[in-house]
């Protein structure tokens, strides 16, 4: 099946970090733009990144910049979000997406036009 899968996520305490992956299963990564979404209990879906394809261009919501960075390897197929200084409030299934147009500052990570997602990975974040 033609997925994207998401692995690295666990409970953590506040405070911690985490990594999440984000894998192509018979799904091409390169020359596409990652994208990270989040979807806490009882919340809409929130857009919390994106990545460009070279990995130069980054966006991110205002309430993770700082904490979290963002990574690729096309060689392996994957990208990678780096979570570190973690909240309960960033308690979510986190879902990684391929997008086709691009990322930048100036566009919202929801206006990306994306064509394969994840199944999610949950982060649990608690004393």
């Known amino acids: 099946q033609l997925q994207l899968v998401e692995s690295g996520g666990g409970l953590v305490q506040p405070g911690g970090s985490l990594r999440l992956s984000c894998t192509g299963a018979?799904?091409?990564?390169?020359?596409?733009?990652v994208g990270w979404f989040r979807q806490a209990p009882g919340k809409e879906r929130e857009a919390v990144s994106c990545l460009g394809t070279s990995g130069g261009r980054t966006n991110f919501a205002d309430s993770v910049k700082g904490r979290f960075t963002l990574s690729r390897d096309n060689a392996k197929n994957t990208g990678y979000l780096q979570m570190d200084m973690l909240q309960p409030d960033d308690t979510a299934v986190y879902y990684c997406?391929?997008?086709?147009?691009?990322?930048?500052?100036?566009?919202?990570?929801?206006?990306?036009?994306?064509?394969?997602w994840g199944r999610g990975s949950q982060v649990a974040v608690s004393s």
């Open positions: 997406a391929r997008g086709s147009t691009f990322c930048d500052t100036s566009v919202p990570v929801r206006q990306i036009r994306y064509d394969r």
């Open positions: 018979g799904v091409l990564l390169d020359r596409h733009v």
